[in-house]
């Protein structure tokens, strides 16, 4: 069997079903694609341009970070000082920091200075194994910046070795210049900023800000009314801080992925089993923020929601640049399983990205999208902290 590559003498995680464990495991890729994966007992003879002796590592997909604000200006840095003064989220927000802070920096700033400031926070990740990242707009809220950060994020995907799934998150936050009116504000993303952007073909999906201090769910579902018009999927920040029925809400418009839902309850919970929708759980932002109050992980388990997790990168609530600290505080503060966690950024995150079919999974068709450890056991990417075992990150086969 003619192949570019072979990776021999591995052992492969290939979570296919659970972690898919295969010992003394080859894969054969070809023109990208995986050609080939399982026990190397059982593998055809290959005709490979070049031969790779893993010498018993561990193989796994590429992992995905699946939920990311990482293209933006400036930081927050005076903002976690005033944070640990003892103030609130929501009272640096309504005080015109926050998101709004954000926007400010981002508008000023030039898509080559976006690009070059978050191209190190990427590659930060990638050096922990990530090979798909998804990137959301939301710090420009008026149609010129969402779609300059847009265009920023589909420049970072053709100038890294790394696959970048963008989403249009313009119902974010309410920009100065609307005054407080926020049907005014959707209004915009509705009938400008969204079309744009979809013209453009700068979206892959859309996102919105469901919560006390964003939008409500009436406001929420025009957007997603929108969305459904321009045949984009969409996603949700449901329950992080009250429980709105945003979950019910994604779930009613068949969201890719509801996200936080620190605060969601069973109802919602069981609307998102039905729907299929992923959890997306974000131990950074509650890490960050210093939250109480965890996802309601049992229920998720209970109902069989699939369970996905995310660094959540942003400057504001989650300034985190590791997938694998990630798992290690999924872990800790949710008690979610190695397995969970591991599934959570491969086979979940795929499926929260609509990628499932494409990547996420060790599977023969699939992209040769695969992580290559120096480890004993998969346990050490959850348990280990500030260490970094990547031996070797494969992109599209190369």
Same mark, same amino acid.
């Given at each position: 069997?003619?192949?570019?590559?072979?990776?021999?003498?591995?052992?492969?995680?290939?979570?296919?079903?659970?972690?898919?464990?295969?010992?003394?495991?080859?894969?054969?890729?070809?023109?990208?694609?995986?050609?080939?994966?399982?026990?190397?007992?059982?593998?055809?003879?290959?005709?490979?341009?070049?031969?790779?002796?893993?010498?018993?590592?561990?193989?796994?997909?590429?992992?995905?970070?699946?939920?990311?604000?990482?293209?933006?200006?400036?930081?927050?840095?005076?903002?976690?000082e005033?944070?640990?003064?003892?103030?609130?989220?929501?009272?640096?927000?309504?005080?015109?920091?926050?998101?709004?802070?954000?926007?400010?920096?981002?508008?000023?700033? &030039?898509? !080559?200075? $976006?690009?070059?400031?978050a191209? #190190?926070?990427?590659?930060? @990740?990638? %050096?922990? /194994?990530?090979?798909?990242?998804?990137?959301?707009?939301?710090?420009?809220?008026?149609?010129e910046?969402?779609?300059?950060?847009?265009?920023?994020?589909?420049?970072?995907?053709?100038?890294?070795?790394?696959?970048?799934?963008?989403?249009?998150?313009?119902?974010?936050?309410l920009?100065?210049?609307?005054?407080?009116?926020?049907?005014?504000?959707?209004?915009?993303?509705?009938?400008?900023?969204?079309?744009?952007v979809?013209?453009?073909?700068?979206?892959?999906a859309?996102?919105?800000?469901?919560?006390?201090?964003?939008?409500?769910?009436?406001?929420?579902?025009?957007?997603?009314?929108?969305?459904?018009?321009?045949?984009?999927?969409?996603?949700?920040?449901?329950?992080?801080?009250t429980?709105?029925?945003?979950?019910?809400?994604?779930?009613?418009?068949?969201a890719? &992925?509801? !996200?936080? $839902?620190?605060?969601?309850?069973? #109802?919602?919970?069981?609307? @998102?089993? %039905?729907? /299929?929708?992923?959890?997306?759980?974000?131990?950074?932002?509650f890490?960050?923020?210093?939250?109480?109050?965890?996802?309601?992980?049992?229920?998720?388990?209970?109902?069989?929601?699939?369970?996905?997790?995310?660094?959540?990168?942003?400057?504001?609530?989650?300034?985190?640049?590791?997938?694998?600290?990630?798992?290690?505080?999924?872990?800790t503060?949710?008690?979610?399983?190695?397995?969970?966690?591991?599934?959570?950024?491969?086979?979940h995150?795929?499926?929260?990205?609509?990628?499932?079919?494409?990547?996420?999974?060790?599977?023969?068709g699939?992209?040769?999208?695969?992580?290559?450890?120096?480890?004993?056991?998969?346990?050490?990417?959850?348990?280990?902290?500030?260490?970094?075992?990547?031996h070797?990150?494969?992109?599209?086969?190369?």
């Amino acid at each position: 069997m003619k192949c570019d590559r072979v990776w021999r003498d591995a052992r492969l995680a290939t979570m296919a079903s659970g972690l898919g464990v295969v010992e003394k495991g080859v894969i054969a890729s070809k023109d990208g694609r995986i050609l080939y994966v399982g026990a190397e007992a059982d593998a055809p003879s290959f005709d490979a341009a070049e031969t790779i002796d893993c010498e018993g590592r561990w193989i796994s997909p590429g992992l995905i970070d699946c939920h990311t604000h990482i293209v933006y200006g400036g930081n927050r840095a005076h903002e976690f000082e005033l944070r640990l003064a003892g103030a609130t989220y929501d009272e640096i927000s309504r005080a015109g920091g926050g998101i709004v802070s954000t926007m400010r920096a981002t508008r000023r700033e &030039s898509e !080559d200075q $976006l690009l070059a400031s978050a191209r #190190k926070r990427i590659e930060t @990740l990638m %050096r922990d /194994g990530v090979t798909t990242l998804e990137i959301k707009s939301g710090y420009g809220l008026d149609t010129e910046s969402e779609t300059k950060s847009l265009r920023v994020a589909r420049r970072l995907g053709e100038v890294l070795p790394l696959t970048v799934v963008t989403t249009f998150l313009g119902a974010h936050a309410l920009p100065p210049e609307a005054k407080g009116d926020k049907d005014a504000y959707i209004a915009d993303v509705c009938d400008r900023q969204m079309p744009a952007v979809a013209e453009a073909g700068l979206a892959d999906a859309v996102d919105a800000f469901c919560e006390s201090i964003a939008f409500s769910p009436e406001q929420t579902a025009r957007v997603f009314e929108t969305a459904r018009r321009l045949d984009l999927p969409v996603k949700l920040h449901a329950e992080q801080l009250t429980t709105l029925g945003g979950a019910e809400l994604a779930a009613r418009f068949g969201a890719l &992925s509801a !996200d936080h $839902l620190e605060h969601a309850d069973e #109802k919602g919970v069981a609307a @998102l089993a %039905r729907a /299929g929708t992923v959890a997306v759980l974000l131990p950074g932002a509650f890490y960050f923020l210093r939250e109480t109050q965890k996802p309601p992980v049992d229920l998720l388990r209970r109902h069989g929601v699939p369970i996905a997790i995310s660094s959540d990168s942003n400057p504001g609530t989650s300034p985190l640049t590791s997938l694998l600290l990630t798992m290690s505080m999924a872990a800790t503060f949710f008690r979610l399983t190695v397995d969970e966690c591991l599934l959570g950024v491969t086979r979940h995150a795929a499926k929260a990205l609509g990628r499932l079919a494409e990547v996420g999974t060790l599977e023969a068709g699939k992209s040769c999208d695969i992580a290559i450890w120096d480890i004993e056991r998969p346990a050490e990417l959850v348990y280990r902290i500030g260490f970094t075992p990547l031996h070797a990150r494969i992109w599209r086969g190369r």
